[in-house]
Structures are given as C-alpha cells and as structure tokens.
C-alpha cells in the first residue's frame, strides 16, 4: 500500500506541505478548513457534495489529488495566487498573468531583476532618478546593464526632471544632483544602444497616471514598483505577464511625443545646477535653463514653458 502511494504521489500537483502551512496560519483545524472550503463550492456543486476533515488530511498528505473546484477554493480562501499551491514542476505549467514577487533581501531582487533584464528593457518614470542610478556599480546586474551594447529605453516625463533640478523640497543637495546627472551622461552619451527620452505630461488630461513601470519586451513581462513596502528587506515587486498588456504599454511609448532634446537636456540642467553652486538663485537657473533650451533646442521651448504655471511663464520668456 505504501508503494502504491509513493507511486501515485508522483502526480499529485499540490504542495501538501503549503496547504497544511496556510491552514496553521490562520489556526484552522482540518475540520474547520473542510466547512470553509465547502461553502462557497456547494451551491455550485452536485446533491450531496461536501469536503469532510478526511479529505483536507489526504490532501496535505498528498495521498489524493486536489481538484479544480477546491484549488480554487483554497486559492479564494487564503488570497494566493494558484500556483502557490503547486509543486515546483506544475507551478511551471501554471502561468500565472499578475503576481507579487518578494524578495527578502536587496541582493536577491537584484539577482532576479538581472536574470530578468538580460535581454533589454524599457523604463518610464514619473520621477527622476531611477534607482538604477543609485545602485551599487560593482553589482552583476549594473555591469549587465552598463554593457555598451545592452538596448534600452529610459522615458521619464519632463516635470520629473524640473522638480529634480529646481524644487526645493528634495532628498539630493545640490553636489548629488550635479553627480547623479553626470550618471545620466556617462550612461547615455554617445551610446546608439541606449536612449533617453522625454515627455511632456502637460499635454495629456490633468488626471493622468504615469506609473514607474519597466517593460521587457522580448518577455512580454511587465514590472511595477508594488503598493507595499517590506522594512529592511529587499524589493516586492508587481509582475505582469500578459502580451496584451505589454503590447499595449509597447505601443503608448512607442507613439507618445517626445522631446528633440534628451541628453541635451541633461548637459543643460547639470550647467543650471552648476550656476546655483556658484551663488546664482533658483530663478535665475530656472530662467538659464528656459533659455538655453530655446536656444539649443528650439523646437522643445514650448513643452518647458508650459510644465510651469502662468506666474512664471512671463518671467522666464522674458
């Protein structure tokens, strides 16, 4: 008898160890676990349907198979996602669209982000940096990245490169931001694999959304910065395997209207920061940039002027 549950063990999909750990989290007996998985399957079910402390035991000891209906039940109850459930080998099988990924550590989301990345990538932020430009340069993934001929993409909207130059209210003093710029010409000067681009979010409605997302196209997979944080350990990341989705995100970049000027725009600001290191004031570095970029790049004028309010919008075209 012990062989032929050895035997049949093989096929079974489930992970009883996980199930068996899920139902001590929320300090359910077996028997308790039975009613509420056969809740919200019996009005669905057969006449006479019903799961019985019996059935959770054989499935934790992985002596019997667990079904579609109670898979589902299960993923319902304990809010996982399906493959959580499964074995390593069926969890392969089971592709999964949306999942969080936790990482308990800094390296780890690092070692993943680089097996990941390994074929190119598209960033678009709302902020400037991106972390990328606050790593650790001695890291397998930022050698991975830096290679000269590594493709990619870095979009990031027009304002979050103002705020980062000019707002008062920030994180970096004026000498980490002349550094983290000289990180952004270092990366993509001269560099035909790797492009900068900007984009005025001023033309879109007021409301709109720009979340930090990196697509990798050659894996329809999609990365997003997730709405939890982990204290003291490494990232959770939200991952999205969908082509659809990444289709459509492919296409929005692809078709949004970019700025003329990209790294230009980073030489300028570097030398705008540079004037307030010397004494000059904010407006008049704001007024320094304005100009500089009419003048070097004309056609990019309007989208700077109108990323600042009207009050000082005369000021700056003066």
Same mark, same amino acid.
């Given at each position: 008898? *012990?062989?032929? *549950? ?18 001590? #989290?929320?300090?359910?007996? @077996? ?20 799961? @019985? ?5 054989? /499935?934790? !000891? ?5 079904? %579609? ?17 499964? #074995?390593?080998?069926? @969890? ?13 550590? &800094? ?18 932020? =709302? ?21 000269? *001929? ?16 000019? $707002?008062?209210?920030? !994180? ?18 001269? *560099? ?10 001023? =033309? ?10 990196? /697509?990798?196209?050659? #894996? ?7 709405? %939890? ?5 490494? &990232? ?17 970049? $692809? ?7 990209? %790294?230009?725009? +980073? ?8 004037? +307030? ?16 970029? %009419? #003048?070097?790049?004309?056609? &990019? ?18």
């Amino acid at each position: 008898m *012990n062989r032929g *549950n050895k035997k049949q063990a093989q096929h079974i999909p489930q992970q009883g160890q996980k199930l068996r750990e899920l139902r001590e #989290k929320l300090d359910k007996t @077996q028997a308790e676990m039975a009613d509420l998985l056969e809740a919200p399957l019996k009005p669905h079910m057969g006449t006479g349907f019903t799961i @019985q402390q019996s059935d959770i035991s054989r /499935l934790e !000891r992985e002596e019997s198979i667990l079904d %579609v209906p109670r898979m589902l039940a299960y993923a319902h109850q304990f809010n996982v996602d399906i493959g959580t459930l499964l #074995k390593p080998h069926f @969890q392969s099988l089971c592709k999964s669209e949306m999942r969080l990924q936790h990482f308990p550590t &800094d390296a780890e989301a690092d070692q993943y982000l680089c097996e990941m990345e390994n074929k190119g990538r598209i960033l678009a932020f =709302s902020h400037l940096p991106s972390s990328f430009f606050l790593a650790e340069t001695s890291s397998p993934r930022f050698q991975q990245i830096t290679q000269a *001929n590594y493709a990619e993409t870095h979009f990031y909207t027009l304002d979050a490169l103002l705020n980062f130059l000019f $707002s008062p209210i920030s !994180r970096y003093d004026n000498a980490m931001k002349i550094s983290t710029l000289d990180k952004y010409l270092g990366h993509f000067r001269r *560099n035909f694999a790797k492009r900068l681009r900007f984009f005025s979010r001023a =033309s879109f409605p007021r409301m709109s959304r720009f979340p930090n997302l990196e /697509l990798l196209p050659e #894996k329809s997979t999609l990365i997003m910065l997730a709405p %939890v944080m982990q204290y003291d350990q490494g &990232d959770v990341l939200l991952e999205i395997r969908s082509e659809t989705i990444c289709q459509e995100v492919f296409n929005f970049y $692809s078709n949004v209207k970019t700025l003329d000027a990209d %790294v230009t725009l +980073i030489k300028i600001g570097r030398e705008a920061l540079e004037l +307030i290191q010397q004494g000059s004031s904010i407006e008049q570095s704001v007024r320094f940039f304005y100009q500089e970029v %009419v #003048k070097r790049s004309p056609e &990019d004028g309007e989208a700077i002027l109108e990323n600042f309010n009207a009050d000082m919008r005369p000021q700056l075209s003066q």
